[in-house]
């Protein structure tokens, strides 16, 4: 199976920066799709950034665009979330997802994605 670790957040003010990251590890097959979903109180798991993780095709939701950046290491092995210009509305917690199913056409679809980390506390204030 495929293990998943992220680290990066933390507290930040409106206007600050922070780069996640996502490890992944105990697999004989590269995932397929691999994305970050971000969940605040009260409210659904959302998708916020994915990736095939093969061809760097990447996508990101309307709300973070122009602010977020999603990539991987050359090794494809660690997944990255940069954020910049962070808001209030970005405070959730976030994580890590990967999936090796083959009929994956929207990264930012949480049903899509088997495999999930604990997830890494970013609070913007």
């Known amino acids: 199976d495929v293990q998943l670790v992220e680290s990066g957040g933390g507290s930040v003010q409106a206007g600050g920066s922070l780069r996640l990251s996502c490890a992944a590890s105990g697999y004989t097959y590269r995932p397929y799709c691999m994305g970050w979903f971000r969940q605040a109180p009260g409210k659904e798991r959302e998708g916020v950034a994915g990736?095939?993780?093969?061809?760097?095709?990447?996508f990101l939701v309307d709300s973070v665009k122009g602010r977020f950046y999603i990539s991987q290491d050359v090794a494809k092995t660690t997944m990255f979330l940069q954020m910049f210009s962070l808001t209030p509305e970005d405070t959730a917690m976030y994580y890590c997802?990967?999936?090796?199913?083959?009929?994956?056409?929207?990264?930012?679809?949480?049903?899509?994605?088997?495999?999930w980390g604990q997830g890494t506390q970013v609070t913007v204030s």
């Open positions: 997802a990967a999936t090796y199913g083959l009929g994956t056409r929207d990264p930012l679809s949480r049903t899509q994605y088997n495999y």
């Open positions: 990736l095939f993780t093969d061809v760097d095709i990447t």
